[in-house]
């Protein structure tokens, strides 16, 4: 009859092939051996009671919310393993607790995100499609900027500085509540270059064929009818991904990257710069690992 551990390593080895990073995969394992093993690491499975798991649980269902779920959550497919291979009938960790423990809010529902190694590819789908060619363009560009998707849509030529390569994104565009300034690399200056072509009288950098801004729904069909997964705004969350994953950026550099407020309160009163710079090499490298230029 194995240990708790023991089966927890074991369930640990079988879902491996499923996980798309180390990272992922340490941290599965990592979480039940911080919270759980001190409690149910040396006991048979077969003599874990409900008593056992809510002795885990309680500590932290109140005080760490996310971190209690997941521990729950693994608890449970490692029973469910045990289960799978005849050494319990049940599962300690199921709904049975669900009455031990205070219910809690409903998680806040995520943009479903392309993982950032199917990034270059996603992009090479959509320029050979037979969207329009300012969708394609628009869509390109909202990649390589990490940029929200309506902020790419009603892009127009003045907010572009090409000489400084910058886009600036006035305070009634973004989130912030004030300019924006965003670094264009060069993936993102070769998309502008292809756009020059669609310049009429809007001003908008990827008109509409009716020479209005893109709807909404006009990325989000342009990647559901590729067979893409995700959403556009998904994209900022694969950039993140492969910035935290792959390069030496600051948090703050990341952040800003993505028009996020950096700190708290505090910490933004003292921070007088944008770090533009910084995000300038981080774009730079996003935009050349996007367009396969590394």
């Known amino acids: 009859m194995p240990t708790f551990a023991e089966a927890a390593r074991s369930t640990h080895e ?12 340490d941290a599965w394992i990592a979480t039940l051996e911080k919270y759980a093993f001190p409690t149910l690491g040396k006991m048979p499975v077969d003599q874990i009671q409900q008593a056992d798991v809510l002795q885990v649980l309680k500590p932290i269902w109140g005080e760490k919310q996310e971190t209690a779920r997941r521990v729950r959550q693994r608890m449970s497919t490692t029973f469910k393993w045990a289960m799978a291979h005849g050494f319990i009938e049940r599962n300690p960790a199921g709904e049975a607790i669900d009455g031990a423990l205070p219910p809690m809010p409903k998680l806040k529902a995520h943009h479903k995100a392309l993982p950032y190694q199917d990034v270059p590819a996603a992009i090479e ?22 940029a929200r998707s309506g902020e790419a849509r009603g892009a127009e030529w003045k907010e572009i500085d090409l000489d400084l390569r910058e886009w600036r994104l006035p305070a009634n565009r973004n989130k912030s509540g004030k300019e924006h300034r965003m ?26 064929v009716n020479g209005k801004t893109l709807s909404d729904s006009t990325l989000s069909k342009l990647v559901r009818e590729n067979g893409i997964q995700g959403v556009p705004h998904g994209f900022r969350s694969s950039f993140r991904d492969w910035a935290q994953e792959n390069t030496s950026a600051s948090w703050a550099a990341m952040g800003l990257s993505l028009g996020h407020a950096v700190g708290s309160d505090v910490e ?5 710069s944008d770090l533009l710079e910084q995000r300038r090499t981080l774009m730079e490298e996003w935009g050349r690992y996007c367009k396969g230029w590394v």
């Open 125 to 146: 789908t959509i320029a050979e499609s037979k969207a329009s060619l300012s969708a394609k363009l628009c869509f390109e560009f909202t990649v390589l900027t990490a």
């Open 268 to 272: 933004r009163a003292y921070l007088r």
């Open 14 to 25: 079988a879902h491996r092939p499923r996980w798309r990073n180390s990272r992922q995969t």
């Open 183 to 208: 670094p264009l690399s060069e993936a993102a200056l070769d998309v502008l270059g292809r756009a020059s072509a669609l310049k009429d009288d809007t001003g908008l950098v990827f008109p509409s």
